[in-house]
């Protein structure tokens, strides 16, 4: 195999990806960070890999992807006090960069799909683009790092998509050419890092996620474990948890959690 394009990448200005990890094949990227996040890695680390054995998404499903066409990656916080609610933030202003990296690196307008991922809207229809994953991890009891882990369907022909997920798109079916990947994690890493700076010093990002959110005021349904609902997705509030007003007028909140949302 020719060396990857990431096998010397690392970034010289910055915090976010100063240590960068690169890996041709592992489990999951996020699940080799939370070693190193448990034996106590700093702030700013990122892994990254070609190929994933075991990559994960919400609710034990599984993020497909062929060798060495995606952007499969995780990152590294340590989030301030409070904590629940910076770690939110993190994970908001995460879906703004990757939007940001997107359209400067692809010149493609997209939309969140809450919580976490990233599609692109069509008459009636959606693709997914991107997935994002957060993980909280313990020390002593307390919440101490987050985990973001993201997979970004880059070059993968149009052919290989229905292999991954019924509704899967990339970088590469949308514009018609290939993409270069380190560009567009070079783009993500620096939009990320100077979010969560402002962010820390005091700028909510839920403003500019919400606005940023696919399917408000639109009917949708809301899978459950046990149930599907349907209703209008009105808004989300404060803390990003969907606002569901259901047929018989009543309004239901969903924690981000285990849900899924669907049109
Ligand atoms: P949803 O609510 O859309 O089901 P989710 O947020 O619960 O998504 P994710 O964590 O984004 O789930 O990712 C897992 C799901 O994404 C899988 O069940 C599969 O349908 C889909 N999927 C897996 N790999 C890819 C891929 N490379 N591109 C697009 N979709 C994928």
């Avoid at 010397?8 to 094949?25: N, S, T």
């Avoid at 990152?75 to 993190?90: I, K, Q, S, V």
């Avoid at 307390?142 to 899967?168: C, D, K, M, T, Y």
């Avoid at 509030?237 to 018989?248: I, K, N, T, V, W």
Wanted: with cysteine; charged share 20%; net charge positive.
């Amino acid at each position: 195999m020719a060396p990857s394009e990431f096998s010397h990448y690392r970034r010289v200005a910055g915090w976010l990806g100063r240590r960068f990890l690169y890996l041709e094949r592992t489990t999951s990227t996020s699940e080799v960070l939370r070693h190193l996040a448990e034996e106590g890695a700093a702030e700013g680390v990122v892994t990254l890999a070609d190929e994933q054995t075991a990559g994960r998404g919400r609710l034990a499903r599984r993020w497909e992807a062929p060798p060495g066409a995606s952007l499969l990656f995780s990152l590294l916080f340590r989030p301030p006090e409070p904590f629940a609610y910076h770690a939110t933030r993190t994970t908001m202003l995460c879906g703004l960069a990757l939007r940001q990296a997107v359209a400067l690196g692809a010149g493609l307008t997209t939309s969140l799909k809450w919580p976490n991922d990233l599609i692109i809207e069509r008459a009636g229809d959606w693709r997914k683009l991107a997935g994002m994953l957060s993980e909280i991890g313990m020390a002593g009891g307390r919440p101490a790092f987050l985990i973001v882990g993201i997979g970004l369907n880059v070059n993968i022909p149009v052919e290989s998509l229905s292999r991954l997920a019924p509704n899967a798109t990339s970088l590469l079916a949308e514009i018609g050419h290939d993409v270069g990947r380190v560009a567009l994690l070079d783009t993500f890493l620096q939009r990320t890092e100077s979010l969560v700076e402002r962010q820390r010093a005091g700028w909510d990002p839920l403003v500019q996620w919400r606005a940023g959110l696919a399917w408000r005021g639109r009917m949708v349904q809301v899978h459950l474990p046990t149930e599907t609902l349907a209703g209008v997705a009105e808004d989300v509030d404060a803390e990003g948890a969907l606002l569901l007003r259901l047929p018989d007028g009543s309004r239901r909140r969903f924690p981000v959690g285990d849900v899924s949302l669907r049109l």
